[in-house]
């Protein structure tokens, strides 16, 4: 059973451009959304998290957007970069059970220069 | 800070033969996750520990595979017999009580069952 569905599961955007990722849960108990980048060779790193409380939270040039009624989230990248080259992986948990994720399939992200 | 070390980072064995993983997390870190990472099957949890206890192994896909964590700064992940379709990389994760949800991953330890 795959509690969150990522698309796409590749996506190639040119330089400067805006890339998104969209994510859909099932469980409505899950309340903390994060997104974890992942570069070749190495392990996921939390890049950005949101909790259902809010619809949007913005770090510099990484947005999440998030609609509780529809249970989807989106990332989205503004002036993409080819350092943002990555794999992008979507997830979810719930503060009670100590944050256990719950991983989308991941999204491989290609910024071209 | 060293971050969470995993060993060894590659690992090639025959079929039937017993590996072991070992992951060091971050110091003061009083959770410990292990995550399977495959193309066809994404990033799995396979079981994790709070206070060196594991709280919830629901993930470990059969038998053959055993984790321990004997103290606050040493897991393992045992497979035995080893299998082909074992071959993934394999992560170890930490977190701790102030920030329960930010999970800091180690570099993983790439498997292959021949």
């Known amino acids: 059973q795959q509690q969150v569905k990522q698309s796409p599961q590749s996506l190639i955007v040119q330089k400067g451009g805006i890339s998104i990722i969209n994510c859909a849960y099932e469980?409505?108990?899950?309340?903390?959304f994060p997104w974890y980048q992942q570069f070749p060779g190495k392990g996921p790193a939390l890049l950005i998290a949101i909790r259902p409380d809010v619809s949007e939270k913005k770090e510099g040039r990484f947005t999440i957007s998030f609609n509780k009624s529809a249970k989807q989230f989106s990332l989205h990248i503004m002036d993409s970069q080819p350092g943002d080259s990555a794999t992008y992986f979507c997830a979810a948990s719930r503060q009670g059970s100590n944050y256990k994720l719950t991983f989308g399939k991941g999204t491989l992200l290609t910024v071209n220069p | 800070d060293a971050g969470v070390i995993q060993s060894p980072r590659h690992e090639v064995t025959e079929m039937g033969q017993e590996v072991t993983l070992r992951c060091k997390p971050i110091s003061g870190h009083n959770s410990l996750f292990w995550y399977r990472q495959t193309m066809m099957r994404g990033l799995e949890l396979l079981i994790y520990f709070n206070n060196n206890v594991p709280i919830d192994d629901s993930g470990m896909p059969e038998d053959r595979f055993s984790a321990k964590m004997p103290n606050a700064s040493f897991s393992t992940l045992k497979i035995q017999p080893s299998e082909p379709r074992d071959s993934a990389v394999y992560f170890c994760?930490?977190?701790?009580?102030?920030?329960?949800?930010?999970?800091?991953f180690g570099p993983g330890t790439r498997l292959t069952v021949l």
């Open positions: 469980n409505t108990a899950f309340d903390y």
């Open positions: 994760a930490s977190s701790f009580a102030g920030a329960p949800d930010t999970q800091y």
